[in-house]
């Protein structure tokens, strides 16, 4: 091995079109048509063969079809425009600022281990990536003072190929990052920025490049640098690759690293956002930043947690990364004397009893005071997952909320329908969140929407064909299966859109348990009905690629041969024909293992109609008018139940409603189904924009983190080393804390509507009575406990003796059979949700 420098040359862009390279290296372009014109209309051949990298294609671009464009009119008019409307962009007044002026230089800082901004950019694997990018990009939309933080992984996460045997083969082509839409970060010495990052027994030097996405920065750190080890060099290779010394490593650098990075250049974020628990290491480095200036660990963890919010994605407790106590002893043994504490201290910031070893979403809950799932389905099993680690607190009321995921509308919309809005409904993007503005798609009328689906139904067959073909040719195939595959897929066909993560719980195969029924949908010559699969499966997850296998091995079968066809490689590129260009969206996974969910999202904005499982954000959305929904929400004893349910449910569905609405045509146009459409575009373009989406993280978790951190740091963190000496004192005493009697003046059965009178004696010990709160708590019954809980503060009526108090609340009872009871739990104005501390003592469990 040797060293290099390295060059990147381009042609010289003429004066009159200079600013193209401006565009190239922002990600506007991947959500702005015109911007993306002023490429392929100089050379649409090389802009297809650079997979639509504007700054690849600048290096590849021969002069003279630069000079050509720069002396075209129309062209120059286009680029005048284009260039207006970009400036327009990044200058112009925000939301946020009108909103929040006060806040408007405060710096959001986004971590997360993938973003999905472009097909040209590849460093995402799925949902959580291209989360992360929409949510970059309606930051910048809004002017939200955000920067991401990410890794930058050399092989991505993989492309995938099929064989001629229809398996699945993963490939690992190394990404040229001077050919991609980013610049290196240059240091006060002149040379590219690198930080330092301690792994055991070295230090690792990690690079650090910038994307600009909009008026939003992206900075991604990249350990391949020549003054590492080969093996260091590696750690940023690949996204969820390799072993668990591997993906702590990654972790450490994206969380530890970058922190770092954002301090060498002069960033100070006032709030953090931990995007899943990759990155929690973060709020480590931030403890110790704070004991290196003189703060107690204690009141440093205080402090910390008081900015930083965590948003949880996943459902199963398997999901969360876990790493040994042997592991976390190698990777940090130093880091927790840097942190002034003990071993079993530090593993206890992150320990996970019922897993017996370190988990990071334990962690990042430990450390923030705000938390989220990604709908309110997975906010609540959240809350049931994690309800361990709050003690006697009731799994409703832990304190993880939800914030329904979104997409980014500009990005998803086809140009089609955003013509269609601009059209019918104006400046649309600018009045997203406007109720009257998306009932406006009522007034578009059923031929125009129809026309436009068509067409982008055409534009999917196209690109489905051409990839078949471009498949089969590397397969060196014969010329007649080559030929064969200009006959696949009918336009005039009802087309099934199935394409994402192929994981085992996400059923891809459910269609297939009865091959009888699905030959008899698929082969009706006055109703045909056609599919296309599209999906990854890890490259470990042996169960998932063989449901690739098997979804293949059918869709060569006779009957199904040009109906059934699976597209390789899934990414934005192909997800974009796909949710644009099918009928009907099916997402049919195992109950309740869908945190979110955003394609169906993607698919509905563009007129495409849902046909789900009510799991993740469908139940949120789905109103029988704009969509359709397979099983029922209930819990099932076991898959094999569940399965056999969601089989004869999705069948159902699509027989007797679903095949006969699309096909109830009137002229050419399916009203019936055109309605769904509307529908399905009005209502999730509402309700599931990222723009909605950023919003709500701003309101309820950015700009209260904001002014509750900047109060816990003043003089000298004097409020957070308060709140820590408080809850250090109500942890040491709690114990003394009971609930002796409960009594009631219920001498007679009461009507609804009547006041009940309930008493209590409490013990408080030590604790001042202006401390706690006393509380009647009811609900419905189920079991041994309370569900739909409500409360009702008692009020202090007397000190029995020392430590000793009675208390007194009425009840308005409600109608029906429910339950009461009576607890103690600690209060400050100063805590940031009513379980800030988890200690409650409730009656009867002294």
């Known amino acids: 091995m040797y060293s290099f420098f390295t060059v ?49 294609f600048l290096l590849s671009v021969r002069q ?3 000079e050509k464009a720069s002396g075209d009119r129309e062209y120059l008019k286009m680029y005048g425009q284009v260039m207006d409307s970009f400036d327009r962009y990044l200058t112009g007044e925000t939301w946020f600022k009108r909103r929040f002026p006060e806040h408007s230089e405060k710096v959001v800082a986004y971590f997360s281990a993938e973003f999905g901004l472009h097909e040209s950019h590849p460093i995402y694997s799925g949902g959580l990536g291209l989360l992360a990018g929409d949510h970059l990009k309606s930051a910048s939309d809004l002017g939200v003072p955000l920067v991401g933080v990410g890794l930058l992984y050399r092989q991505g996460y993989f492309t995938q190929r099929i064989n001629g045997e229809g398996w699945q083969e993963a490939e690992y082509p190394l990404q040229n990052f001077f050919e991609m839409p980013m610049m290196p970060v240059m240091g006060n010495d002149g040379g590219i920025l690198t930080v330092p990052v301690e792994l055991p027994g070295r230090k690792v030097n990690v690079r650090v490049w910038q994307a600009r996405v909009g008026k939003v920065s992206l900075y991604l750190l990249d350990s391949d640098v020549s003054s590492n080890s080969r093996e260091d060099r590696a750690i940023t290779a690949q996204l969820y690759g390799g072993c668990r010394d591997m993906r702590i490593s990654q972790e450490i650098i994206l969380g530890i690293g ?19 628990g990759h990155a929690a290491f973060l709020c480590l480095e931030r403890i110790r930043e704070l004991v290196r200036r003189g703060i107690k660990p204690d009141v440093a963890i205080e402090a910390v947690k008081t900015n930083t919010l965590f948003t949880t994605h996943t459902p199963v407790p398997a999901g969360h990364d876990v790493f040994t106590a042997e592991m ?38 430990n450390m923030t005071d705000f938390k989220n799932g990604v709908s309110r389905l997975h906010g609540n099993i959240s809350r049931h997952m994690f309800r361990r680690l709050y003690g006697n607190v009731p799994a409703e009321e832990v304190p993880i909320s939800s914030v329904t995921n979104g997409v980014h509308l500009e990005s998803w919309m086809a140009p089609q329908l955003k013509a269609i809005m601009r059209k019918y409904a104006g400046n649309w993007s600018s009045s997203l969140n406007d109720p009257g503005m998306w009932v406006k798609v009522d007034l578009v009328p059923d031929e125009v929407i129809w026309s436009a689906h068509l067409q982008l139904k055409e534009e999917l067959i196209d690109f489905a064909r051409k990839r078949l073909k471009a498949q089969r040719e590397r397969n060196f195939e014969t010329r007649e299966r080559i030929a064969e595959v200009d006959g696949y ?15 085992t719980y996400k059923r891809a195969t459910l269609l297939f348990a009865d091959l009888q029924r699905l030959t008899a ?14 999906g990854k499966a890890h490259p470990a997850d042996r169960p998932g690629q063989e449901l690739i296998k098997r ?20 990414d934005i590129n192909v997800a974009r024909h796909m949710v644009r260009g099918v009928d009907i969206w099916l997402n049919n996974p195992r109950r309740p293992q869908e945190a979110s969910g955003t394609s169906g999202m993607k698919a509905a904005v563009n007129g495409v109609v849902n046909f789900s499982v009510l799991d993740g954000w469908w139940p949120e959305a789905y109103n029988g008018r ?24 999705l069948y159902s569905v699509l027989e007797n409603e679903i095949i006969p609405a699309f096909f109830s045509m009137e002229s050419g146009v399916s009203g019936k189904w055109v309605s769904y459409m509307k529908n399905s575009v009005k209502t999730v373009g509402l309700n599931f924009s990222s723009d909605r989406m950023v919003r709500e993280y701003v309101e309820r978790y950015y700009v209260p983190a904001i002014s509750r951190g900047e109060e816990f740091r003043k003089d000298n963190f004097a409020l957070a080393e308060k709140i820590e000496a408080y809850k250090s004192f109500l942890k040491k005493n709690w114990h003394h804390v009971a609930v002796c009697e409960v009594g009631n003046d219920s001498r007679a059965l009461k009507k609804a509507g009547d006041s009940l009178s309930v008493n209590s004696t409490v013990r408080l010990g030590a604790i001042q009575h202006h401390n706690v709160s006393v509380e009647i708590v009811y609900g419905g019954v189920e079991g041994d406990s309370l569900y739909d809980l409500k409360t009702v503060p008692m009020t202090l009526a007397e000190q029995v003796e020392d430590g000793v108090y009675c208390y007194r609340g009425n009840l308005t009872l409600p109608q029906g059979a429910f339950g009461y009871t009576v607890r103690v739990r600690p209060v400050s104005p100063d805590f940031v949700n009513k379980f800030d501390l988890p200690l409650v003592v409730w009656a009867g469990l002294n």
């Open 8 to 56: 990147s040359v381009v042609p010289e862009v003429p004066e009159k079109i200079s600013r193209l390279k401006d565009i190239a290296y922002n990600f506007w372009f991947s959500w702005n048509e015109p911007a993306r014109e002023l490429f392929s209309r100089i050379d649409g051949a090389l802009w297809e063969e650079v997979y639509h990298n504007p700054v690849k």
């Open 521 to 534: 949908l698929l082969n009706n010559p006055q109703r045909p009905v056609q599919i296309i699969f599209a």
């Open 328 to 365: 976390m002893d190698c990777y940090f043994g130093f880091f927790a004397q840097q942190m002034d504490i003990s071993r079993e201290e530090f593993i206890r910031l992150g320990w996970d009893e019922e897993r017996h070893a370190f988990n990071m979403t334990v962690l990042a809950l």
């Open 258 to 276: 970058g922190v770092r990075a954002l301090r060498s250049m002069g960033i100070s974020p006032r709030m953090w956002h931990i995007n899943e």
């Open 551 to 570: 979804v293949l091995d059918i869709a060569g079968l006779e009957p199904f041969r040009g109906k059934i066809v699976f597209l390789e490689n899934y």
């Open 626 to 649: 704009n969509g359709f929904s397979i099983g029922i929400e209930k819990d099932y004893p076991g898959d094999e139940v569940q399965d056999r349910e969601d089989f004869l449910s």
């Open 489 to 503: 897929l009918n336009p005039d066909a009802f087309i099934i859109g199935f394409a994402r993560r192929f994981a």
């Open 64 to 66: 003279e079809d630069l």
